[in-house]
């Protein structure tokens, strides 16, 4: 069953999503269905789409969801885990990454607060697993400005992520250190309030040529 058709057809705990995401879910995590597989979601909403991954990803997948709030406790079930704590408290973040293992699979659906997606992003990427995918959901916040966002405003995760195109492609100019991310960053895709990484190490561009060149 699609995604687009398992949320139609839910019946369960809420899932608040907007539409145009389920598409997008399914092109990058698709590789990921019946696989062994540990998925961080921060943010557990009505505790829907902890159960809408688990139907997804299939029998083998664990989820691990992650709020603030106490009560999400009750979303837990048979392959589903909660755990509560700030998703900008690095030392928390550690303990899951302990307790887990390096997530595979991270959704970032949690305060939308600009400095909590940075913190996450820049301590959670780097233990992602090295064939992983990070998303960043819901960036139509990073221009409210009550949120720490605004239009070109320095601390706003889109105007990282614009810093983040030009690390992934360090190796090509001197004005740019290359570092991890760019090591360990196959593709960036940027979509209407996401952005998905996409884990993958590579170390050098090599152009390759096949067949006759064209005579003059």
């Not at 079930?77 to 550690?94: C, K, N, P, Y």
């Not at 400095?115 to 992983?132: E, M, V």
Request: proline letters at 4%; a negative charge; charged letters at 25%.
């Amino acid at each position: 069953m699609s995604l687009w058709a398992d949320f139609q057809n839910n019946t369960g705990r809420l899932i608040h999503k907007p539409k145009h995401y389920l598409p997008i879910y399914e092109r990058h995590l698709a590789r990921f269905v019946n696989q062994t597989v540990t998925l961080f979601e921060i943010g557990c909403g009505h505790g829907g789409s902890v159960a809408m991954w688990k139907r997804f990803l299939g029998p083998n997948a664990r989820i691990v969801g992650i709020d603030i709030r106490e009560e999400c406790s009750a979303f837990e079930e048979d392959q589903v885990f909660i755990r509560i704590g700030s998703q900008a408290d690095t030392r928390f973040l550690g303990k899951l990454v302990s307790e887990f293992g390096q997530p595979d699979i991270v959704i970032d659906d949690g305060s939308h607060q600009m400095s909590h997606i940075r913190a996450t992003f820049d301590f959670l990427y780097p233990k992602t697993n090295q064939r992983g995918v990070y998303i960043v959901e819901d960036l139509n916040f990073a221009y409210n400005p009550n949120l720490g966002g605004g239009y070109r405003e320095p601390r706003s995760f889109i105007e990282y992520s614009k810093e983040l195109i030009d690390r992934l492609h360090a190796r090509y100019t001197e004005e740019v250190a290359e570092d991890e991310f760019t090591r360990t960053t196959l593709s960036m895709h940027v979509y209407d309030s996401m952005i998905i990484f996409e884990r993958g190490r590579h170390d050098t561009t090599v152009h390759q040529h096949r067949g006759r060149q064209p005579s003059k």
